[in-house]
C-alpha cells in the first residue's frame, strides 16, 4: 500500500555492488575502513562530508558527555529487559532507546528548536535580548518547561554543561548558539522567577549547531551515545546479574562498587 | 515483585553526585569530555580500561565496517517507522535495531562464539584443524548456518572482511581467532561442498576478540554502529522523504543519487 | 535518580499476595478468568469498571475494524524482523506497533483530540457548524491534516467507517463525537476544496468517546488490535516464509493466495 | 538488498481493493465488524477460520489470567518511557513488551515446546512417565530451568493456573498437553528435589494446544494480553503520574489504593 506520494525515490546516503560497497561517494574498504574514526564516520554519514578537527572535537565531546549518568530508568528499563529476555540485546538495547524522548534523552531536541528559533528571530532583526524573552515568555504562556535548564540532581550547575563550552571555545567554534544559551540562563531568574542552570541536554544542542551539526539530527547524538552506555550496562548485566532489584527514590538499593576517588561522596542512584 | 536472586546488587560503571559524575573511576568533565573519543569512551564504559592504540583502531574499523550497507531491511523498517511516526525518532531508531538479530546484523555475535568455542577446544590441546572441523561438522548436524561465511551480494568476497583483516595484521593484534575464522574459510568447501567467504560478521568478531573486546558486547558492535547509520537515513528521511515506497527483490525501485566514481556499476538495493 | 516530584506513588489497577491477584479490586481466578471476555476484560483494566453490553459491542467493533490491513509498512516491518531475529518474536511485534504513529495508526488518537476539542467548544456555547469550522481552519492554518479524513486506497469511502458508525446507531450509542465526525466531513469540501471521507482512524474516537472509552487510551485501541495482525502476520512468517521481499509502490510484489469470493478484484498491495 | 530465497511469496491472511477489505475470504465490514469478539478475531487471523465455542472460552481466559500482574518490571519499563517521551504512547508500549521474553512472560512459549517434545515421544511410543522424566532430565543437563512450574510469589500454588484447568475441563478441552502438564508437576519432586507449582506461563501452553491453539503463535497470547495491561497502566501515568519513582526488593514503594476485599493483606509489589 503506497501512502502518500513522495518527490523523492533516491538515496545518496551508500550503495554497492558485488567487489565496492559505497558510502558518500566513498569506497568503504579503500578509503574509510582503518583511515577513520567512528565519530568521522557518523559525522560524514550524516552530511556528506569529513568533519573538520573542531568539527571532530566538538561531536566526540557531546558524545562522551551524554553516553552514561548510572542507573538512570531508561538503563534500568534496558537491564530489566535483558533479565526477560537474555535471546534478545537487540530488544534490551531498543526499550532503553525508547526512553530518549522529549522529557529526558531527547531534550536536546527540544532545546535545539528553542535556540534555532531564537537565533531566526535574531537573523530577522531582533535585539538578541528581545528574541529570547519573547521565546521564554511564549514557552511559559503554553505551560511547556524551557527546554535545557534545570537538572534534579546537578541544581548549582550541571558540569558537563561548562566542559561542553569550554571545548567548543578552545577549538574555536563557540558561535551565536552557545551565546544564546547562556543568554537565556541570564534572563531566566527574572522572567521565571527563579535560577535555572543549562544543563548538558540545553549545552549539547548549542555547541553541535555552532559547528554546523544538522538540526534534524539532534536527536541521534544522545541516541547514539547512550546507546554505548546501555551496551556497558548489558554486558555487566550477563557478568554479574542485577536482574529486577531496582533503585527507588528513597535511597539507593543499588551501590557503586567501582574505582572512586578517596573524597568522593555518592549521591544517590 | 522480584524474580530470581541475585548475589550483586551494585554496578561498577558509574555514578555522581551533585557536583561530579564518575565514569568508570574517571570525572567525566575533567578527565573524558574533550579529552577522548567517542570510540575510547566506548571502550572505556565496556571495560574499565582506556584501549590501546591497536585496540582503538580495530575497534574503529570495525564500528565503520558495519554502520551502513544502503536500504537494508531494518534501514527500511526504521525509514517507514519514522514515515508512520515522526514525532519519535527514538521509536525509528528502535525498529531499526530489533532487525540486529541472530540472522542478519547480530550474527557477528553468533561467529564470535562459534570462534570461541573452536579456539577452546585448541586451548584444551585439540588440533586446529580437528577442532574447526568438529565444530563445523556439529553445526551441520543441527542444520544451523555456519555463521560469519556467505553472503548474498558479496559472493566472491565481502570487500569489508579482508581490509579488516588487513587493519589488524597492520596494528599488530591478529590472532587465534583470525587464524581460526580463515582456518574455517579453507575447510568449508570441503566439508559443506561449496566454498563460502568470509564476511563482515565472521570478521568483525575474529578481530575484535583478538584485541580483547569483551565476547558478551559483540552484538553491542553491530549495535552501536548501526545506530549512526540508521540516524543519517532518518535524517534524509526528513529532508528529502522516501516515506513508504520500498525496494524490492526484482529491481531497484529506490535510486541512489549520491556521488560515485565514473566506472562505478551500481547493483541492486 | 529521582526525576521530577510526582503527587502520587500509587496505583489502582492491581496488587497480590501469595493466593490471590487482585484486579481492579476483582479476584483474578475466581471473578474473572473463564467468566469475562479479553474485550471485558481491557474495558475493566482501563476503567475500573465493567463495560456496558453498548460498550462491549463498540469496543469489539473498533478493535475488529483496525487489526488487520494487510502487508502495510508497519506488518513489512515487523515480519522483516523476524526474519532477522527470529529468537524473538516480540521484538518482532515491538518493530511493527512503534509505526502506530501520529501519520498512520495512530491517527485515531489525534483525530481524537480534534473532535474533543471541537466538543468542548460546542459545550462552551459555540454553535456547532462554527466550532468545526473554526477547528478546520485552525489545523489548516498550521499546514496540518485533518486527522480522521481520507485515505490513499478507499477514496470514495473507507467502509469500516460506515459500518463503525452503524454499529454505533443499532448498539444506541451515537451521540455528539459521530455528529461531530459527520459534521466534519460535510464542511470539508467548502474549507478545503475536495471532499474527503471520514477514514476508520476518524470512526473509531468517534464510536468510542461516544460510549465512555478514556480520551488517554484512544491510541491503546490500534495499537492493541494491530498486534493481533502482527501476530498473525508473523505465525505466517514462521510457517511459510515471505522474509526480505518487499512490496512496491508500482505493483503487487506479493500476492494475496488465501480465499475470496469469486467476484473479488485485488488492488495493490 | 534480498536475503535468502524463499518459496513463498504470498500471504493468505488479507488483501482489499478500494471498497472492500478481504480478512481470511471474509468481507470485513459486512461479515466481520459489529458481529464477531475481538478474541474470535484474533483465532481468526490466525488460523483462517473461526473459534468453537470451547476454543474462544479458552482463548479468552488464557488472555484474560496473563494480562495484568500489578507493577512488574516490564510495566515499569513501559511507564518509565512514557514518562520520558510522553509523546508516543507506542514507544511505551513496545518497550514493555520487549521484556516478553524467554525467562519471564514469553515462558508460555517455552513450556509449550517442552510439553510438545513430550507429547511427540508419546505419540512416537513412549510411556508418559518415561517420556517426561527424560525431557525433564535433559532440561536438568543442559542446566536450563523447567519452564512452566515455580513462581517467586506464588509459591505454593499459582491460583491462575488451576482456574485454567478447571475452565478447560469445564468446556470439556482438557487432553494430552493438560495430561503432561500435571504428570511433570507430580514428577518434579523426585527428579529435582523439590516440589515446584505449575505457574500461570505453564497453564497456558496447556489449554491453548489442546484447544488447537497453534505452537508458533504461543507466544502471542502473553504479548497481546500484556498489551492491554500496559495500555491500562500507561492511561494510568497520564492521569497520576507516578514517574521515575520505582518499586524495590526490600519494601513497596508504590501502593496499591485501588478497591480489595475488607480482609486482603497485600504482598509487595
Known amino acids: 500500500m503506497k501512502i502518500g506520494s513522495q518527490a523523492h525515490h533516491s538515496t545518496s546516503i551508500s550503495t554497492s555492488n558485488a567487489s565496492t560497497i559505497l558510502v558518500r561517494g566513498r569506497d568503504l574498504s ?54 526477560a529476555a537474555p535471546e534478545a540485546l537487540q530488544g534490551a538495547v531498543a526499550a532503553g532507546i525508547l526512553g530518549c524522548g522529549s522529557v529526558v534523552l531527547g531534550s536536546s531536541e527540544v532545546a535545539g528548536h528553542f535556540f534555532a528559533a531564537i537565533a531566526a528571530r535574531i537573523a530577522a532583526g531582533a535585539a538578541p535580548n528581545e528574541a529570547a524573552t519573547s521565546a521564554i515568555l511564549e514557552y511559559r504562556a503554553a505551560r511547556r518547561a524551557i527546554p535545557g535548564y534545570g537538572h534534579p540532581l546537578h541544581r548549582g550547575s550541571d558540569p558537563r554543561a561548562g566542559r561542553l563550552f569550554a571545548v567548543a571555545a578552545e577549538v574555536g567554534s563557540a558561535g551565536m548558539h552557545v551565546d544564546i544559551a547562556q543568554l537565556v540562563e ?5 522572567l521565571i522567577g527563579k535560577p535555572l542552570a543549562l544543563n548538558v541536554s540545553g549545552a549539547i544542542p548549542a555547541v553541535l549547531l555552532d559547528a554546523g551539526y544538522p538540526l534534524g539530527a539532534l536527536k541521534g ?8 552506555g546501555l551496551i556497558a550496562h548489558l554486558l555487566e548485566e550477563q557478568l554479574r546479574p542485577i536482574g529486577f532489584v531496582l533503585s527507588y527514590a528513597g535511597g539507593a538499593a543499588i551501590d ?14
Chains 1, 2, 3, 4 share one sequence.
Open 186 to 190: 541570564r534572563l531566566l531568574p527574572d
Open 256 to 269: 557503586y562498587d567501582g574505582e572512586a576517588p578517596p573524597d568522593f561522596e555518592p549521591g544517590h542512584e
Open 30 to 83: 579503500r578509503e574509510l575502513i582503518g583511515q577513520i574514526s567512528f565519530t568521522d564516520h557518523f559525522w560524514l554519514l550524516l552530511t556528506g562530508s569529513m568533519p573538520t578537527t573542531a568539527q571532530r572535537r566538538i561531536l566526540d565531546a557531546t558524545l562522551v558527555a551524554i553516553a552514561e549518568h548510572g542507573l538512570v530508568p531508561s538503563v534500568q528499563a534496558s537491564r530489566m529487559t535483558l533479565a
Open 221 to 228: 547524538v544522545p541516541i547514539l551515545a547512550r546507546t554505548a
